[in-house]
Each structure stands twice: as structure tokens, then as C-alpha cells.
């Protein structure tokens, strides 16, 4: 028999870790001849749209760098739209795919143990 408590306890955390994923900003940066141009931290729940001839991403997945011709844009929820056209762009995030993993993982694990 399942105790409903322990199961709602349990539905209730894997939402917050899901939330603060899906909430977690990125920081964009157009850099040109090694200079950053701009910068901005936009939430999670924008699109982004980019492009480059070459794209290169860290082991963690937390940086992605677009470079040669570089275009960027960021679609808001409110359907304004920012673009960006640099040698090199980087998104950065703050939270890589290992450590969402992780958690997700230790979270089903301790639901098996309760």
C-alpha cells in the first residue's frame, strides 16, 4: 500500500528541481576580436535561435560558443524579439546536465527508499 504523504512529498520535489532547472538564466555574450561587445542574462523560458560555421561545447555543457558568422535571436514570451550578429557568440548557463542528472537521480533514489 502507498502512503499518499510520502508520494505527494515526493511529486512536490521533483517539480521544485524540475522548476529551478527550466528558471535558470543564461548569459549571452557577443565577442568580436576578442572583445565582449554585449552581454545579457536572459530567464530560461525565452527561445533562442543561433548560429555559427563552427560550434564547440564544454564536457559540462554549461558553454556553448558559436563562432564565424555569428547570429543570435532571443524571442521573449512577450513576442518582442533581440538580435545579435557577432564573430563569436557564448551562451553560458548556470547549471550544467551532469548535475541536473544527479539530482534527478538521487531524487528517484530516495523515493525508492521511503
Same mark, same amino acid.
Not at 522548476?19 to 549571452?28: F, N, Q, R
Not at 561587445?37 to 561545447?57: F, H, M, Y
Not at 554549461?62 to 524571442?75: K, P, Q
Given at each position: 500500500?502507498?502512503?499518499f504523504? $510520502? +508520494? *505527494?512529498?515526493? =511529486?512536490?520535489?521533483? &517539480?521544485?528541481?524540475?522548476? =529551478?532547472? %527550466?528558471?535558470? /538564466? ?16 536572459? /530567464? ?7 548560429? #555559427? %560555421? ?6 559540462? $555543457?554549461?558553454?556553448? *560558443?558559436?563562432? #564565424?558568422? +555569428?547570429?543570435?535571436?532571443v524571442?521573449?514570451?512577450? #513576442?518582442e ?12 548557463s ?6 541536473? $542528472?544527479?539530482? $534527478? +537521480?538521487?531524487? +528517484? &533514489? ?5
Amino acid at each position: 500500500m502507498i502512503n499518499f504523504s $510520502r +508520494s *505527494l512529498v515526493l =511529486s512536490f520535489l521533483v &517539480l521544485s528541481a524540475a522548476a =529551478s532547472a %527550466e528558471t535558470c /538564466p543564461k548569459i549571452i555574450s557577443a565577442i568580436s576580436q576578442g572583445k565582449t561587445l554585449a552581454q545579457i542574462e536572459v /530567464p530560461a523560458n525565452v527561445k533562442i535561435d543561433v548560429s #555559427g %560555421e563552427k560550434q564547440t561545447v564544454n564536457t559540462d $555543457r554549461t558553454v556553448m *560558443l558559436f563562432e #564565424g558568422d +555569428s547570429r543570435l535571436a532571443v524571442t521573449f514570451a512577450s #513576442g518582442e524579439t533581440m538580435k545579435m550578429q557577432s564573430d563569436v557568440i557564448k551562451i553560458k548557463s548556470c547549471i550544467s546536465d551532469k548535475i541536473l $542528472r544527479k539530482n $534527478r +537521480s538521487t531524487l +528517484s &533514489l530516495s523515493a525508492t527508499q521511503t
